[in-house]
T-cell receptor, first 112, second 118 residues
């Protein structure tokens, strides 16, 4: 049931773009994205909802394909501050518990 | 607001010892969660609570117990620590919204507790 993220790791130069994918084997009605810097706690980036609504970050965009049960995170014109590990989280069980099952993470390194 | 706080930040235990990790939040959130994070495994849910006095098992509950006696606190206990429980433990909380659909709202994470079991 754990969503699968790809790629596992990405190395970029400042200003380059990256796409991180999150695929689930079950139907989704929402997908969460979080970023974790080394030695710190995960921090919320955004939630994508069935129907196209998006809540969260104003500089990072994402898409949600319900049919493909997949979400993609788009990091454009990446900055050094984008470095970290990105996790997607999908609902685990019923919606009223708030439970999330997280993917294994994608490590992004942005170099000057 | 302090947000979500965890104590202690670091702990070293010997196999068989017990300990309790404390999570506290000052955001009046109904939902609270305990995760463990191991290299390459992402965040795995241990136990969670949807309100004061309620707890439920997550993905990896074995070897852990929890209690939610007060809304703002969520305790994680290890009764007999094992080396396999060496990990970083994160607590998180979230707001269920007026409709009670918790998965529509972000989770706020604490700074983590790094636990080593020898």
């Amino acid at each position: 049931q754990q969503p699968v993220q790809s790629p596992q790791a990405v190395i970029l130069r400042e200003g380059e773009d990256a796409v991180i994918n999150c695929s689930s084997s079950k139907a989704l009605y929402s997908v969460h994205w979080y970023r974790q810097k080394h030695g710190e706690a995960p921090v919320f980036l955004m939630i994508l909802l069935k129907g196209g609504e998006q809540k969260g970050h104003d500089k990072i965009s994402a898409s949600f394909n319900e049919k493909k049960q997949q979400s993609s995170l788009y990091l454009t014109a990446s900055q050094l501050s984008y470095s970290g590990t990105y996790f997607c989280g999908t609902p685990g069980g019923t919606s009223n518990t708030g439970k999330l099952i997280f993917g294994q993470g994608t490590t992004l390194q942005v170099k000057p | 607001n302090a947000g979500v706080t965890q104590t202690p930040k670091f702990r070293v235990l010997k196999t068989g010892q017990s300990m309790t990790l404390l999570c506290a939040q000052d955001m009046n959130h109904e939902y609270m969660y305990w995760y463990r994070q191991d290299p390459g495994m992402g965040l795995r849910l241990i136990h969670y609570s949807v309100g004061e006095g309620t707890t439920a098992k997550g993905e990896v509950p074995d070897g852990y117990n929890v209690s939610r006696l007060k809304k703002q606190n969520f305790l994680l206990g290890l009764e007999s620590a094992a080396p396999s429980q060496t990990s970083v433990y994160f607590c998180a909380s979230s707001y269920p919204g007026l409709a009670g659909v918790g998965s529509l709202y972000e989770q706020f994470f604490g700074p983590g507790t790094r636990l080593t079991v020898l």
